[in-house]
């Protein structure tokens, strides 16, 4: 079966850095997305990496090992808007996304 | 703005009726997508379609059906409602098949009491 872990819940406190990992086993792999989800409002895309390393985009940076079927996303400056949910999705081999549960983000002053 | 509208955005309804949600997207999009979000279960994906022609089941069609009108059409029908079908319904559409990076409507929380 396909299957998407990531953390269920995670605190942080505003101007810190925190990291939230995914790791997949899926049929194919053509892609690993992150979105944010705020409570009660839609997904929206905030990257995408299909080759192994670091892309970075401002605050927000993420990772993908494809050999090891990992991916990161760190976010930095932590802000109170960043409350939310983070959301890692990968495309499979019928370029279908398969979706995690998310993480959900509290940020503590 | 190119955009993905949803209607409605709130509906309450009784066990047993027929509903209808409907999806409309300016985006020039041929991919279109269902999905419903249960708190703790993450998306989950209901029908899709990759033109006017082309109807797919995901992985929790049961009890749900779907009509693309047109290109920028896509709507979701629950022909007897149940409890359970209780959930906030996404709209979502695609540009091509290579990079699947999807774009959501704004969601419809449905209740069915």
Known sequence: GQNIDQPT?????????VQINCTYQTSGFNGLFWY?????EAPTFLSYNVLDGLEEKGRFSSFLSRSKGYSYLLLKELQMKDSASYLCAVSDS?????????TKLIIKP | DA??????????????????????????HDRMYWYRQDPGLGLRLIYY?????????GEISDGYSVSRQAQAKFSLSLESAIPNQTALY???????????????GPGTRLTVL
């Open chain 1, 94 to 102: 019928n370029y279908q996304l398969i979706w995690g549960a998310g």
């Open chain 1, 36 to 40: 944010q989800q705020h409570a009660g």
């Open chain 2, 3 to 28: 955009d993905v509208t949803q209607t409605p955005r709130n509906r309450i309804t009784k066990t047993g009726k027929r509903i209808m949600l409907e999806c409309s997207q300016t985006k020039g």
């Open chain 2, 90 to 104: 996404f709209c979502a559409t695609s540009e091509n098949r290579d990079y699947n990076e999807q774009f959501f």
């Open chain 2, 49 to 57: 379609s990759f033109d006017v022609k082309d109807i797919n089941k």
């Open chain 1, 9 to 17: 819940e995670m605190t942080a406190t505003e101007g810190a850095i």
